[in-house]
């Protein structure tokens, strides 16, 4: 019989993961046909271009070694077979002796369960895991991998061929796209930035992937604009600090100075909440909750009639599921700090609506303390509508504020934190389900959803390691980092660069640099991927957007199936062979590494998708 061909398109975690799945659901929808699949990917299966071994040793992961898997167990609801495998920290232990990188060898010398590992190790481990992956095909199945890009896809009696950059094609039954983060032309906006600083002889660096962007024209000692203050931000100041010879070393209180090399730009970053995000929790919770308990999304689609509002009809769900995990381990880690036991705050919080006064009242009776109660508006904006006299005083309060939750990261006294958020991952892992439902008003989902709260939750479960936080504060007193402000705006004037906050009335900078400290977001119809921006001219893909009272909701996301990842067309009608999967679509899967024990939403997708993609090679669609 004629073997069952799935071309999948990037080989880095994503495509690794449905090859993973391809493999564990063979046998159950394959019958006596045999498998072949062909990888399509420049760069090593496995890291793939992002997790790559060639970068910098500075670049670390922002999740302990023993949070990272790359594979399904017992918690993970899905049609497919479980096949466990080691988290990071386990693979380490057990292979230590197969590393031949010196600088990897050393750190897996020191590597505990809440070390935040390199870059360079999670390479090794997810080359490990592509080899476990292949492995783990049935007998007879076959892997190509294509060292090349894939530039188009045309159909042809059912069959898809793949276009290969060499000319080659591949023949497939069903194509799955996995690849990843899409580097996309300029917005209008960064057009403008670049021509002007070309006019006028500065530099201006758009949104994109810190590890590969040129960084060299940002000059020692030069004023430079960072607009934006997650990730990418911690990844360009390593690169321009660390990077560029500077050191660290341990002050008589226990805090980090920095001894700059003199090769230093000086950074003044901003962003809308004005301060980075808050470190990674290194503690455990005493009792963990089972979640969720109060978001439900077959509850809130069966009581929320027509269309949906984020704030009118989901948020009182979410707080009330953030504020549970939170108070949950207050009450049962801390009963010191409480006037009551669990059991009887669980049954007064369970019929107290969210922020309304019977909660109000119940928590003012029960919880000792005020400085113990939840408050969401100011992890939201830990700034507030601060205003402050000069940017002296901004620097001391933002210092204060990494101070802040840097011990409160660390210290067990604030361990309900942790308890907020599992609740915030417990209403992530929820949330596709209303996204698929197609029930938000396109404002609701543009401003709210995908506005709003990507942002809230990004800020706190997105955090980087502690020691990243430290550094900023060490930069922060030794003046290479200085922070704008709140709601930072940004404009050229007089030949140069100018940014400044509503919170420092007055205190604009200029700079002669621009940084734009962020990855693009979407990837329609601007990729530059030439598969991708093929299919969207000829209407292969389709974005996913809306049209409501005049107002158009434009994700540049690829629109598809949240349940699958089947690809929508402009009816939202599913292609019968065509699947895709990553942060270029509306698959909401928040990453490739999951936490053990958690039924990641990302391991129920792939799992889905591999399935999905078999039968339609099977069935014929």
Same mark, same amino acid.
């Given at each position: ?85 080691? %988290? ?34 999670? %390479? ?123 050191r660290y070393v341990e002050d008589v209180t226990g805090g980090l100075r920095y001894l700059p090399s003199g090769r230093e730009p000086v950074l003044h ?34 009581? %929320?009639?027509g269309r949906l509002d984020f704030f009118r009809d989901v948020w009182p769900h979410a707080a009330k599921e953030i504020a549970w995990g939170y108070y ?243 009816a939202g009608r599913r292609h019968p062979r065509w699947f895709a999967l990553g942060p270029f679509t509306t698959a909401l899967a928040g990453g490739n ?29």
């Amino acid at each position: 019989m004629t073997p069952v061909v799935i071309a999948i398109v990037g080989a880095g975690p994503s495509g690794v993961s449905v090859l993973e799945r391809l493999g564990a659901n063979a046998a159950e929808l394959l019958g006596d046909r045999t498998l072949d699949v062909h990888l399509i990917d420049p760069y090593e299966p496995g890291p793939g271009r992002v997790w790559r071994h060639d970068q910098s040793p500075l670049l670390m992961l922002n999740t302990m070694a023993a949070h990272v898997t790359m594979f399904t167990d017992d918690s993970v609801v899905c049609a497919g077979p479980v096949r466990s495998g080691p %988290s990071l920290h386990t693979w380490a232990r057990e292979n230590r002796a197969t590393v031949t990188d010196p600088g990897v060898a050393r750190e897996l010398e020191d590597l505990t369960e809440t070390s935040f590992p390199t870059r360079r190790l999670q %390479s090794h481990y997810l080359t490990w895991v592509f080899e476990r992956a292949v492995a783990g095909l049935p007998p007879g199945a076959r892997l190509h991998h294509h060292r090349d890009r894939a530039v188009d896809l045309r159909e042809h009696g059912g069959r898809q061929l793949v276009v290969l950059g060499g000319g080659q094609f591949v023949d497939a039954d069903a194509v799955v796209f996995a690849v990843g983060h899409q580097e996309v032309e300029p917005t209008e906006e960064q057009t403008a930035m670049a021509a002007y600083a070309r006019r006028h002889g500065l530099c201006f660096i758009p949104p994109g992937y810190t590890a590969d962007q040129d960084l060299s024209a940002l000059r020692p000692g030069a004023p430079v604009l960072v607009r934006g203050l997650g990730l990418a931000f911690v990844d360009l100041v390593v690169l321009l600090t660390e990077g560029r010879g500077g050191r660290y070393v341990e002050d008589v209180t226990g805090g980090l100075r920095y001894l700059p090399s003199g090769r230093e730009p000086v950074l003044h970053a901003g962003s809308r909440r004005g301060v980075p995000f808050p470190p990674k929790l290194t503690y455990s919770l005493a009792s963990p909750p089972p979640l969720p308990r109060f978001f439900d999304a077959e509850r809130i689609l069966r009581e %929320s009639p027509g269309r949906l509002d984020f704030f009118r009809d989901v948020w009182p769900h979410a707080a009330k599921e953030i504020a549970w995990g939170y108070y949950h381990e207050l009450f049962t880690a801390h009963p010191e700090r409480v006037r009551c036991g669990l059991d009887e705050f669980a049954e007064a919080y369970a019929r107290a609506p969210w922020d309304s006064r019977e909660q109000r009242e119940l928590l003012r009776r029960t919880v000792v303390h005020a400085d113990d109660m939840l408050d969401l508006s100011l992890l939201d904006r830990p700034l507030g509508d601060a205003t402050f006299p000069d940017r002296t005083a901004l620097q001391h309060r933002v210092a204060g504020y990494l101070r802040d939750v840097l011990d409160r990261g660390s210290d067990p006294h604030h361990s309900a934190d942790l308890g907020a958020t599992h609740g915030l991952l417990a209403v992530f892992g929820q949330l596709p389900a209303l996204l698929g439902s197609g029930r938000f008003s396109a404002r609701s989902r543009a401003q709210d959803v995908d506005g709003w709260w990507a942002g809230f939750f990004n800020h706190l479960a997105s955090g980087p390691p502690p020691r990243r936080t430290r550094e900023l504060l060490a930069l922060a007193e030794a003046g290479v980092v200085r922070f704008v402000g709140p709601d930072m705006w940004v404009r050229t004037a007089r030949g140069r660069f100018e940014a400044g906050s509503p919170a420092v009335p007055g205190g604009t900078v200029t700079a002669t640099a621009l940084v734009e400290a962020r990855l693009p977001v979407g990837a329609f119809p601007t990729s530059r991927d030439p598969l991708l921006r093929s299919l969207y001219e000829r209407g292969g893909l389709w974005e996913s957007s809306g049209v409501e009272d005049g107002f158009r909701h434009r994700t540049g996301l690829t629109a598809v199936d949240g349940w699958d990842g089947a690809v929508l067309d402009a009816a939202g009608r599913r292609h019968p062979r065509w699947f895709a999967l990553g942060p270029f679509t509306t698959a909401l899967a928040g990453g490739n590494f999951t936490r053990p024990g958690a039924n990641p939403v990302s391991s129920r997708l792939t799992d889905a998708v591999a399935r999905s993609a078999l039968l339609a090679a099977v069935s014929g669609g």
